[in-house]
């Protein structure tokens, strides 16, 4: 009913820039709070940064005053623009959507993820 899917992903060297985009797709009814995760080989998956129906954002510390997330409503879309990337910026990234559907429910959904890989 509801498809995310993500690009931008590459290999980039350290202190290079990535825009990651994504966009939603289907059976939308409202997109509340949409972000960006991701998860580095034998890591958890960790938020990265959100960004709320009315343009809030929250940032994680490690990314702060590098990352800017930003959307696209009548696109359904999110961005994370990544600059001054490091090694430790090497993860596969997802993005997320709070979306209700046109047939009432409301959950979270991901896309398939973007690899980004920081070379030093």
């Known amino acids: 009913q509801v498809q995310l899917v993500e690009s931008g992903g590459g290999l980039v060297q350290a202190g290079g820039s990535l825009r990651l985009s994504c966009a939603a797709s289907?059976?939308?009814?409202?997109?509340?709070?949409m972000g960006w995760f991701r998860q580095a080989p034998g890591k958890q998956r960790e938020l990265v940064a959100t960004i709320s129906s009315g343009g809030s954002k929250n940032y994680a510390d490690s990314v702060k005053g590098r990352f800017t997330i930003s959307r696209d409503n009548a696109k359904n879309a999110v961005y994370l623009q990544i600059n001054s990337l490091k090694p430790e910026d090497t993860a596969v990234y997802y993005c997320s959507a709070d979306i209700q559907t046109i047939f009432g429910g409301t959950n979270k959904y991901w896309g398939q993820g973007t690899q980004v890989t920081v070379s030093s």
């Open positions: 289907g059976s939308i009814f409202s997109i509340y709070v």
